[in-house]
């Protein structure tokens, strides 16, 4: 499918923490203007290698309206400022929704009225934020994820297939793919390790959580580090 090597792309530079204009250069974003500009980019010089990406060669094999619809820089109707949307015709934004300059939403991504997308964040593809929802800036959340009335701080990452529902997040925290945060409220640069399940739980800042861990009603103190597969 044409979008499965957009979809690669961004997610890999996501995982890598890299930035916004990071990501739009992996998967070909340029911002576009009316059809007959993005035609006209066909035969245009090139403008930059910052233009050059992932979808050059497939633009350049499709009807000028459907190449100018693979990327688009839009406009927060809730406040913000100018961000990008890959493949914007897969995606459903609430204009009640805030997104920040330079924000980035993949493919097939729901943005409901309330959410918050700060400035410069990366929404991986076939993500859902609910009302309620916050990814501060910078921060960054892999594809297939889940947020709900939750609040990811500031250069924060987020694994591909997460949950996250009625929480925080913390600055610079990193959470593993697969992994379930619910009630929960996690401090700044804490590390969470892959397909953990944390439940009506607290940890404190740089803290460290195994993969496969079940935490459920526990409190874990700053700097403290909890093995692989304990349950809690």
Same mark, same amino acid.
């Given at each position: 499918?044409?979008?499965?090597?957009?979809?690669?792309?961004?997610?890999?530079?996501?995982?890598?923490?890299?930035?916004?204009?990071?990501?739009?250069?992996?998967?070909?974003?340029?911002?576009?203007?009316?059809?007959?500009?993005?035609?006209?980019?066909?035969?245009?010089?090139?403008?930059?290698?910052?233009?050059?990406?992932?979808?050059?060669?497939?633009?350049?094999?499709?009807?000028?309206?459907?190449?100018?619809?693979?990327?688009?820089?839009?406009?927060?109707?809730?406040?913000?400022?100018?961000?990008?949307?890959?493949?914007?015709?897969?995606?459903?934004?609430?204009?009640?929704?805030?997104?920040?300059?330079?924000?980035?939403?993949?493919?097939?991504?729901?943005?409901?009225?309330?959410?918050?997308?700060?400035?410069?964040?990366?929404?991986?593809?076939?993500?859902?934020?609910?009302?309620?929802?916050?990814?501060?800036?910078?921060?960054?959340?892999?594809?297939?994820?889940?947020?709900?009335?939750?609040?990811?701080?500031?250069? @924060?990452? %987020? #694994?591909?297939?997460? /949950? =996250?529902?009625?929480?925080?997040? +913390?600055?610079?925290?990193? *959470? &593993? $793919? !697969?992994?379930?945060?619910?009630?929960?409220?996690?401090?700044?640069? @804490?590390? %969470? #390790?892959?397909?953990? /399940? =944390?439940?009506?739980?607290?940890? +404190?800042?740089?803290?460290? *959580? &195994? $993969? !496969?861990?079940?935490?459920?009603?526990?409190?874990?103190?700053?700097? @403290?580090?909890? #093995?692989?597969?304990? /349950? =809690?």
């Amino acid at each position: 499918m044409r979008g499965d090597a957009g979809t690669k792309q961004f997610s890999e530079a996501a995982a890598r923490g890299e930035g916004a204009d990071a990501i739009k250069r992996e998967a070909g974003a340029r911002p576009a203007g009316d059809i007959k500009a993005a035609d006209a980019a066909q035969t245009a010089e090139p403008r930059g290698a910052e233009r050059e990406g992932l979808l050059t060669a497939e633009r350049a094999s499709l009807p000028g309206a459907e190449r100018a619809s693979l990327s688009a820089e839009q406009k927060s109707a809730g406040g913000g400022g100018a961000y990008t949307l890959l493949w914007p015709q897969t995606c459903r934004i609430s204009p009640r929704a805030v997104i920040g300059k330079g924000a980035v939403i993949g493919p097939f991504c729901s943005v409901a009225a309330g959410a918050i997308v700060g400035a410069d964040a990366a929404v991986g593809p076939f993500c859902t934020l609910g009302g309620g929802a916050a990814v501060e800036e910078g921060a960054r959340i892999g594809p297939n994820c889940r947020i709900f009335r939750f609040a990811v701080g500031k250069s @924060a990452r %987020i #694994g591909g297939g997460c /949950t =996250l529902e009625g929480g925080t997040v +913390g600055e610079g925290t990193q *959470v &593993g $793919q !697969g992994c379930a945060v619910q009630r929960a409220n996690v401090a700044a640069n @804490a590390v %969470i #390790g892959q397909d953990c /399940t =944390l439940k009506n739980a607290a940890l +404190g800042a740089s803290a460290v *959580v &195994g $993969q !496969g861990c079940s935490l459920r009603g526990a409190r874990i103190g700053g700097g @403290a580090r909890v #093995g692989a597969g304990c /349950t =809690l």
